[in-house]
């Protein structure tokens, strides 16, 4: 069986299949036991566990989860994979590849028509990288039944989901993640451990599904405009980005409901923690 972490092995696989990585394709394939390994124990991979792999590439991380898990749904969107993927996952037979694209895919109704479970599942995968903020977008929006998600993105991104109000990293990434998950910064990867190098580092980080958000608003479309409106313009107050962004409500009017929400009108929006973005909504959706 080819080692899929011996970079010599993965270069005479890709040559033999006479296999061009693309970039468009964000395909930078992994060659590194050490984070194939430590990517499955971290998203504990168990044999009761479904576990999707967006975009499983070779098959380097595929393989190592289809040996724990139950079952594994690899979802690739570059149709000339397979051929190489039923070579590289040979005798595993609780693996389904898929083709189709990550960003268009229901989840749910793809884990139910394939593994025929409707329960939770977890999703891992080294993102393509042309598509990681929108592909969590469309992961957390839709509310898919994951009960977690590993995955790989590049080191600045994951520092913008994990980051924490006042830096210069949070955004609305942040806000978004975290209103949707738990998130924790798990390590940091090298950009040496790939085939072909990326310009970046990454990092993997853990996005564990919450209940129900970590706090009340009585909109959430409201709460996430807010949230765009505040981040709009880094270096404007609260009062002149969200009045940008809130022109119906006269200037005036709005410094009294960030008042009353308890938010001095002249901060920066990246100083707001999700509670304060709440409190926001909750004055905003009073007064509308
Ligand atoms: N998991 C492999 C490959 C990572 S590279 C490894 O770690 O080595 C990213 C993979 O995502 C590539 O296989 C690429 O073809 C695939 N991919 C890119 N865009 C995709 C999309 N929209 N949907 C599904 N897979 C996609």
């Known amino acids: 069986m080819i080692d899929l972490t011996a970079p ?5 696989l890709i040559k033999k299949h006479n296999f061009r990585c693309r970039k468009s394709m964000g395909q930078n394939f992994l060659a590194d036991a050490n ?15 479904v576990v999707v ?13 289809a040996v724990m ?20 996952l040979q005798g595993l037979d609780n693996v389904h590849v898929v083709t189709g694209d990550a960003l268009e895919t229901n989840f749910d ?4 028509s394939i593994a025929g479970h409707g329960g939770q599942y977890k999703i891992i995968a080294n993102l393509p990288y042309y598509i990681t903020t929108p592909l969590i977008m469309h992961l957390l929006k ?10 790989m993105v590049q080191q600045e991104v994951a520092g913008r989901m994990a980051a924490l109000p006042g830096g210069k990293d949070y955004g609305a ?27 970046v580092d990454s990092a993997v980080v853990m996005l564990a599904t919450r209940p129900g958000p970590p706090v009340e608003t009585p909109d959430e479309e409201l709460f996430f405009k807010i949230v765009r409106g505040s981040f709009g313009q880094r270096r404007k107050t609260l009062l002149n980005s ?13 410094k009294g409901l960030l008042q009353n929400a308890g938010i001095d009108p002249l901060r920066r929006g990246e100083t707001l923690n999700l509670e304060e973005f709440a409190g926001i909504t909750r004055e905003i959706h009073g007064f509308k």
């Open 35 to 49: 984070v194939v390994n430590k990517i499955i124990a971290l998203a504990s991979v168990e044999k009761d566990d």
């Open 69 to 88: 898990a139950k079952s594994v749904i690899a979802l690739e969107l570059d149709r000339s994979l397979p051929p190489i993927l039923e070579e590289t």
């Open 8 to 12: 010599s092995a993965v270069n005479n």
């Open 109 to 112: 109704d793809m884990v139910k």
């Open 53 to 65: 792999e967006i975009g499983p590439g070779l098959g380097v991380i595929t393989r190592a989860a």
């Open 173 to 199: 990434l942040s806000v978004a993640v975290q209103y949707h998950t738990e998130v924790r910064y798990l390590f940091k990867v090298p950009r040496t451990v790939f085939i072909p190098k990326p310009e």
């Open 142 to 151: 839709s509310r898919f039944n994951m009960s977690l998600c590993v995955v």
């Open 242 to 254: 969200l009045g940008a962004a809130f022109s119906d409500i006269p200037r005036e009017k709005l």
